[in-house]
Each structure stands twice: as C-alpha cells, then as structure tokens.
DNA sequence: ACATGTTCTTGACGTCGTGTCAAATACTTT
DNA sequence: AAAGTATTTGACACGACGTCAAGAACATGT
C-alpha cells in the first residue's frame, strides 16, 4: 500500500475549525485542502464526502469537549459545578473571532434542514447523542447533589431545562453577542434550580 | 413600464416555503423559480439576491408571526396566556411534514455563520429584531400580570428566561424531534416562573 | 394613432462547488 | 526484482449563483 501523505487527525481537526468558522455549507472542500496541505481529491478518498468529514470532525470535537465538561462539573458545591458547567459552555461558543457559536447547535439547525433523510439524519443522531450525554452528565451531578442536601427537585426535569437553557444561550449569542446577557441569564437559571428545584 | 408577470406577494411566501422546508443554503432559486412559474432572472430583478429574497420572504413571516402571537397573550389569566405562547411557539415549529423547526432559530444558526459581515450581518438583525419583539410582548405580559397580583417576580428578567428556552426548545425539537417532551419542558418553565418569579 | 421610453423577461455566459473516474505514483509483500 | 494495493492527481460532468445584453410589453406624449 501507498502510505497517506497527511496526518487523518490533523485533517480532522483543521476541517472542523474550517466547519466551526464558516459553517458547513460554507465551506468548500477546496478550503480544507488547501489548508491542510493536501489535494481535494485525497479528502474524498480518505473520508467519502463533505458531510462524511464533518462528521467525523465533529465526533472529535464532541469527544474532546464531553471530557472537558466532566472535568468542570466534577468538584466543589452543587452550585459551584454548575457554575463552571455554564460557563465552560459559554466560553466554548464565544471561542474564537468573531464568537464561533455552539458547534452543535449550528450543526443541528443546517444539517437536520435537508428533506432527503440521507446522511443528515446520521448527523442529527450524532448531535442528538452528545446533548443526551451533556444531559446525562448534569443529571447525575444533580443526582448526587441531592444525596448530599444540596438539591431537592427532580433531577432529571431540571438537567432538561438546563440543557434546554444552554441550547437557548447558544442561539442569543448568535442573535446579540452579548456576553453579559448571557451570563446573567446562566446564574439566574442556577438560581432557579438550586432554589426551587428545577 | 413593462407590468410584473407575477405577484410579488405569492413569490414570497412560495420562497419562504422553500427557504423553511429545505433551508437556504438548501434551496436554490431555480427551485424557487420552478414553484412560482416565474424566470429565475426575474426573480434577481425583483429581489436582487438570494439572501435578499430570503430577508424579504422572513420579514413578510416574522410580521404574520408576531400579530399571531400577540393574540395568543392577549386573554385569559397570566397562566392561561403563556400557556397558550408556549402551545403557539411549539406548533409553530412543528408544522408541516417532516416539522420544519424554527425559522428565526434556523436562519440565525445558518446565516449568522458566514464571516465576512456583508447581508449575513443585516440578517442577523431582522432575526434578532424578531426576537426582541417577542421578548418585549412577553415582558408586557408579565408586567400586566403582575399588577393584578398574578407575579411577583422581575418581568424583565423572567421575559429573557422565557425567551431562552423557547430558543433551547427549538433546539431541541430538532435534535429530538419528541412534541411530548418539549411540552413538559414549556409547562416546567411555566410553573417556575409563576412559582418563583422567573 | 404612433413613436418613445421604461421596465420586465429571457437565454447565454462565467465562475465556483461537489463528486466521480481513470491514469500515474509510491510503497509493501512475495 | 516483480506484482499488488492503496493513494494521489488532474480532467470531467453537473448544478448553483449571479451578470449581461437583447427582446418584449406596456405607459406616455405628441
């Protein structure tokens, strides 16, 4: 065999920035392989279509961030974790210049938008898969902030209305770009929850 | 003056149509062209654009949406109206086959993304536009609840959390596509706001 | 009624993006 | 050293956006 003249993860990740700037649609293959160094026809080979190649960037990107969020929301109060939840996923959409925004919302409100189900539907499912673990991730730290007194709702009702409150934060930081706005509305949802219940 | 062969009016909802099924990207004028029965050079010199079409065909969207919302508020206890907000808002992106989602939300995450400002930025606007609109006809409500003693928290601030998670839920109607979930969600923040104060 | 002017329509063109294919290439294995 | 296999490369087909000049349809002034 022939041995690949470029580093598949490399590719991946410059892709994914490409994808995370400039959006799926917007962004040429042609873009990518000039910056990677590398011919348009050997991303085909190596990674069958532009949609395929996101996919995989994003898988990676998706791997990467779950692991950051476990690490935010895994010391301190209740109310500490989930103070670094929010803000590890504001900072995460206001990544960059100008303000990136939530890869996976993006990628979830151009990708699901195609009729044909196709491979669109393979990537909503990938989308669909890392909101339920981030979901999953926050249920448990209310779970476990429960046994210790710190929480008295239901978890898994108020890990949804989180979650649902960061998806929300990833459009109004598209539509404003204020940051602040989106931090007052993160510790007031705290707030809520560690009060009330969620 | 040579007279329009075609009604500027249909050509706009017939775009937003399209625009809504298939996204923007995802929509090519020759289909627009196709539907409408009109040349697609007729559709460059009527509307210039593309992205200027699309922005014409929302605004004629957003202004429908907003007066039906604002009946939607506008009887029955303060209960009552954001329940029936919630109900309008979740229809709205579940109609059609497949749901077609969020128009506002869709275009914001699809053409906010570009990085180059150009008409991406004007679009921002109109949405972002749309979006305040709604934000203010919430906090009037609130505000009107609130002196008859039915709330008694900040109806600015409950306004903006109300807001984000009608955006968080059109989000996740995407992701998940589960009505029964997203309506649990909406009478959830019903309840904490009128509970709590929002 | 007819000529003039203005706007709309129509079809051809240039450019760019996706995706495919066959030929050339570089390495591995026998 | 020869055969085989996977990668690279460049050409190609196709569709989309946007532009332009020429033709067509109406309003207006004489």
Redesign the pocket.
């Known amino acids: 065999?022939?041995?690949?003249?470029?580093d598949h993860d490399d590719v991946l990740r410059i892709a994914f920035d490409q994808f995370w700037r400039k959006g799926v649609r917007g962004?040429?293959?042609?873009?990518i392989a000039r910056d990677a160094g590398?011919?348009?026809?050997?991303l085909?080979?190596?990674f069958?279509?532009?949609?395929a190649l996101f996919l995989q960037a994003y898988e990676r990107y998706a791997g990467d961030y779950l692991l950051a969020l476990q690490k935010a929301l895994g010391t301190g109060s209740l109310r500490k974790r989930l103070t670094a939840f929010f803000d590890l996923t504001i900072t995460n959409f206001r990544s960059g210049s100008p303000p990136r925004g939530c890869p996976t919302t993006r990628g979830l409100m151009e990708l699901g938008a195609a009729e044909g189900e196709g491979l669109d539907e393979e990537a909503r499912q990938a989308f669909a898969h890392l909101i339920s673990r981030i979901t999953a991730l926050v249920q448990d730290t209310l779970s476990a902030g429960a046994k210790r007194g710190e929480f008295k709702g239901n978890p898994a009702a108020a890990a949804l209305h989180i979650i649902t409150v960061t998806r929300g934060l990833a459009v109004l930081e598209r539509a404003y770009g204020d940051e602040a706005q989106l931090r007052k509305i993160a510790s007031h949802t705290i707030d809520l929850v560690l009060e009330k219940g969620g």
Do not use: C, H, I, W
């Open positions: 065999m022939r041995p690949r003249e470029f962004t040429s293959l042609s873009d590398v011919q348009r026809g050997s085909y080979n190596a069958g279509s532009k949609e």
